[in-house]
């Protein structure tokens, strides 16, 4: 039989995938960058993680968990 079978995804699990790559790629990017010295950085009223060897921002914080950050004793 030379019929291809396609892989089809409900809008549901192609959302999921998406989600799942985004967040992968998400933690490469982190990854990469745990060994660096990291600094919190004010840019424009957000603020955001950045790396010091790299001179890249690698992410930014949302309210919530810059409140777990204030919370932990980090001065902002
Ligand atoms: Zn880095």
């Known amino acids: ?3 291809k079978t396609k892989l089809k ?3 549901e699990q192609h ?3 998406q989600r799942q790559r985004a967040l992968e790629a998400n933690q490469a990017k982190e990854m990469a960058h745990s ?3 990291m600094e919190l950085r004010v840019k424009g009223g957000n603020y955001g993680l950045y790396c010091q060897e790299h001179n890249k921002w690698i992410t930014w ?3 919530k968990e810059l409140e777990k950050l204030s ?3 980090i001065d902002l």
């Open 9 to 11: 995804l409900t809008p």
């Open 61 to 63: 914080l949302s309210p």
């Open 71 to 73: 919370k932990a004793g």
């Open 35 to 37: 060994d660096c010295e």
């Open 1 to 3: 039989m030379s019929k």
């Open 15 to 17: 959302r999921e995938r």
